[in-house]
């Protein structure tokens, strides 16, 4: 019984091996151009983070969800390091978005 268990278990393990480098890349190309939409956010809206306990925030923002979708095209389309192009991709998005569809945000905090 043992030994079927360890010839299962070799054949899902090189299976999943498979899979797993693939699975990684797809990684390496979704999680940081959200990072790069936080890190725009930040130095774009600094004032806001200052005054944290009254600040006023939206239920969705579109221009961040917009931005991370871009991030991952332009790492996944543009030639050079995947990481980088969907940082960079996501938060070149994010700045130009995020003053043209959350102007009236943008309004309360300068106020």
Do not use: C
């Amino acid at each position: 019984m043992s030994i079927i268990n360890g010839i299962i278990g070799t054949i899902f393990a090189l299976w999943l091996y498979n899979n797993f480098v693939g699975w990684l890349t797809f990684l390496s190309l979704a999680i940081p151009p959200i990072g790069g939409v936080i890190i725009a956010d930040f130095f774009a809206n600094r004032k806001r983070y200052k005054d944290f306990a009254n600040a006023e925030f939206q239920t969705v923002n579109w221009a961040g969800i917009i931005a991370v979708a871009t991030g991952v095209a332009a790492g996944h389309f543009l030639p050079g390091v995947v990481p980088l192009n969907a940082v960079l991709g996501g938060a070149i998005s994010y700045l130009v978005l995020n003053p043209l569809l959350n102007k009236k945000a943008l309004k309360s905090q300068a106020a």
